[in-house]
C-alpha cells in the first residue's frame, strides 16, 4: 500500500486524478441535460490559470437545487465505476450538508476529528433560494448555523480532545441526535426558499458570503480547465469579484493553503480501508 501522509503528497498526482472525477460528472450532466457550475476556487483557477489554482488540492461544483437533487435520485444507475455520488442520501454517517462525486478506489481521511474515509472527491454544493429582506435572511442563517453547528459535532469523534470536560458537549450531542434527524432538520432549512422562485440564491457552505445574484448563473458557460472544457457561470466576472475582489492578483505565500490529509492512498478503495480497519457506518 503506498501511503502519502500530509505534508508529503504530490499535489500535481492528486491534481491529475481530479479532472477524471470532474470529466465523469460533466458527462453525466450532459447526458442528462443536469446544469453545473464550476464553483469557488475552480471557477477562479479556470479563469485565472485556465486549470488549478496551483497550490489548490480540491475541485468545487455547484448545481442548482433540481438538478441536484435530480442527480441524488439517480446517480447509483448514472455513475459508472469507480465514481459514485455520496452524501446524506445514501451513507447515514455522512457528516456535511452537501455531496461529493468520489473515486471509490481510492482513500482519503480529511479531518481528524471525523477519522471519514471516502474517496477523492470533488465537492457539489446545492444553490437554494434565499429572500432579499436582510431580517428574515439574517434570522434564517442564524437558525440553519445552530443547526449546521450540531450536525458538525454529531459528525465529529467527541474523544477528539481527550475524555474531559471537553468531551462532554459532543457527547451530549451524540446521545440526544441521530445524525439523520440533523440531516433532515439542515436540509429542510436548506430548501425552505425555492431556487425557482427568487432571484437570489445561496451557497450555505458560505451563508452570507454565499449570497449572489441568480442572473450570474444563467446558462452554464463553456471554460478551458487543464486541457478539457467545463462548464462554469454565465458571468463570472462578477461572482468572482464577489467572492474574491481582485481575483486576477493571487494572494501572498503565507494564504497559499493546502489541505493537510490524514490520510491519502490512490491505490485502496475507501470500502477495503474500512474493512481491514473495522470501520462501521452508523448514526
Known amino acids: 500500500m503506498r501511503l502519502i501522509h500530509t505534508v508529503n503528497y504530490d499535489i500535481k498526482t492528486l491534481q491529475g486524478r481530479l479532472v477524471p472525477v470532474l470529466e465523469c460528472m460533466d458527462k453525466v450532466c450532459r447526458e442528462h441535460h443536469l446544469r453545473y457550475y464550476l464553483w469557488a476556487g475552480t471557477m477562479l483557477g479556470a479563469v485565472r490559470h485556465k486549470g488549478f489554482i496551483p497550490w489548490d488540492d480540491d475541485m468545487d461544483i455547484c448545481m442548482p437545487r433540481p438538478d441536484y437533487e435530480t442527480l441524488l435520485a439517480h446517480c447509483h444507475e448514472w455513475m459508472p465505476e469507480p465514481f459514485e455520488v455520496l452524501g446524506p442520501h445514501n451513507r447515514p454517517d455522512y457528516p456535511y450538508p452537501f455531496a461529493k462525486v468520489e473515486d471509490g478506489s481510492t482513500t482519503v481521511i480529511e479531518r481528524p476529528d471525523f477519522q471519514f474515509p471516502e ?16 431580517d428574515i435572511v439574517k434570522s434564517h442563517l442564524k437558525t440553519y448555523k445552530f443547526y449546521r453547528h450540531l450536525l458538525f459535532f454529531r459528525g465529529r469523534d467527541p474523544f477528539k480532545h481527550g475524555k474531559g470536560p471537553r468531551s462532554w458537549w459532543p457527547l451530549l450531542i451524540h446521545k440526544v441526535f441521530s445524525m439523520k434527524w440533523l440531516q433532515d432538520k439542515v436540509h429542510s432549512l436548506m430548501t425552505k426558499y425555492s431556487f425557482d422562485d427568487y432571484d437570489d440564491v445561496i451557497d450555505y457552505d458560505s451563508c452570507e458570503h454565499g449570497i449572489i445574484k441568480k442572473e450570474w448563473l444563467a446558462e452554464p458557460k463553456p471554460y478551458e480547465f487543464e486541457g478539457k472544457t467545463f462548464m462554469g457561470l454565465s458571468d463570472a466576472d462578477k461572482y468572482l469579484t464577489h467572492m474574491y475582489g481582485d481575483y486576477m492578483t493571487p494572494p501572498p505565500k503565507e494564504k497559499q493553503i493546502q489541505h493537510k490529509f490524514m490520510f491519502l492512498d490512490f491505490d485502496m478503495p475507501y470500502r477495503e480501508y474500512m474493512k481491514k480497519n473495522n470501520i462501521k457506518i452508523g448514526l
Do not use: E, N, T
Open 119 to 134: 474517496g477523492i472527491y470533488v465537492d457539489i454544493f446545492p444553490l437554494d433560494g434565499i429572500p432579499s429582506d436582510p
